[in-house]
């Protein structure tokens, strides 16, 4: 795979945010041509904005209070002016575009108000994402490990599953199957769960594969599916980055940073390059095509490093965010540091 530099050609800094970036996420592929540039970003500090990646302008956003805005989850439809956000206040709030608008108004919110259990999460909302082709659905997980389907039209939740026995995270669907059937989640229990939505409705279970990592004590925080569906990367708390085949059930590479924790990861468009950030503020490029044994990353980018008054690396450096949007043109990262970066230039493989 050729070696590359990625060039940053977006930078949004403390001017725009006003706390950690936790929630990132890009418009799916799915969105209308308008649409499909946009990059929605959510902060400790209440505030979530809507940006034009390709342009750089801020399009929308709106300001949370109180126990909403230390915001976890965030994502965009692809066809309507909506945004989903979530966080440490358990609820998941829905909020539209008024034509001629620049500022989002709450149309909905739900959670679990101790009178009805079943509606929302019994923990912070940690990952949400609309259904890539059902535009009136979205799938949210929480820290009490639930996954959760929801229907925004019915105002409701249409179904709880359950697999995970810790905080589940990152929803990730594989971007060449455009049926949005099935995807995958990760969780601190160390597990990577595959769903498909397929079975029956009212089914108790619709777990169909579990992946687990070799190290018991790995928490596993993000996941990205294999462009094509075949495979699924996930990695977390450990200095692992596993990568699963689908169709053997099996672990088939191991990509290792030490003493690292893995903070994000995300194929390419091709699947070939397998990025990967860290708590160090560093972006990695695996050839996921190379031989897995004692493998040397493609390239070690230094994004979001901050170095402290001895030259190590700061708290804030940590990244907390590593997307490819959709069609592969841009990635972006985030970090403690009230950062978003969007990087280009990345060179296809060989």
């Known amino acids: 795979m050729k070696k590359c530099s990625p060039t940053k050609i977006r930078h949004y800094d403390k001017s725009v945010f006003a706390g950690k970036v936790i929630a990132v996420g890009w418009a799916p592929e799915s969105s209308d041509e308008k649409l499909n540039n946009r990059l929605i970003c959510g902060d400790q500090g209440g505030h979530v904005m809507i940006m034009d990646a390709k342009k750089g302008c801020r399009m929308a956003g709106y300001n949370l209070s109180g126990p909403s805005k230390f915001v976890q989850a965030v994502s965009l439809h692809g066809k309507k002016n909506m945004a989903l956000s979530g966080g440490m206040d358990n609820t998941i709030s829905l909020f539209d575009l008024p034509d001629e608008a620049t500022f989002f108004k709450c149309g909905k919110q739900w959670s679990n108000d101790g009178s009805s259990p079943d509606t929302g999460h019994d923990g912070m909302v940690s990952s949400l994402c609309f259904h890539p082709t059902k535009d009136e659905e979205f799938i949210s997980t929480g820290g009490d490990g639930e996954v ?11 179904a709880t599953y359950f697999m995970h026995g810790a905080e589940c995270h990152s929803i990730t669907f594989p971007k060449d199957v455009p049926s949005g059937q099935v995807f995958g989640t990760a969780s601190n229990d160390g597990m990577v769960a595959i769903w498909d939505l397929r079975t029956d409705l009212k089914a108790a279970n619709k777990c169909v594969m579990t992946l687990h990592s070799s190290e018991p004590t790995d928490k596993l925080s993000c996941a990205d599916f294999f462009p094509n569906g075949n495979a699924i990367a996930s990695g977390g708390q450990g200095q692992t980055t596993y990568m699963w085949d689908l169709r053997a059930v099996k672990q088939v590479a ?4 030490n003493n690292m924790k893995v903070t994000g990861c995300s194929f390419s468009k091709s699947g070939r390059a397998l990025f990967v950030t860290h708590e160090d503020g560093h972006l990695i490029c695996w050839d996921t095509f190379g031989p897995q044994d004692n493998q040397k990353y493609a390239f070690k980018f230094d994004a979001h490093k901050v170095p402290d008054p001895k030259g190590n ?8 965010f590593c997307g490819l949007k959709p069609d592969g043109e841009f990635l972006a990262t985030a970090s403690f540091n009230s950062e978003v970066k969007v990087w280009g230039g990345l060179a296809p493989p060989a």
Do not use: G, H, M, Y
């Not at 959760?148 to 249409?158: D, F, P, T």
């Open 254 to 257: 191991a990509f290792r940073r």
């Open 148 to 158: 959760k389907l929801w229907n925004v039209k019915e105002s409701k939740c249409l």
């Open 313 to 320: 690396p700061d708290p804030l450096s940590q990244i907390t």
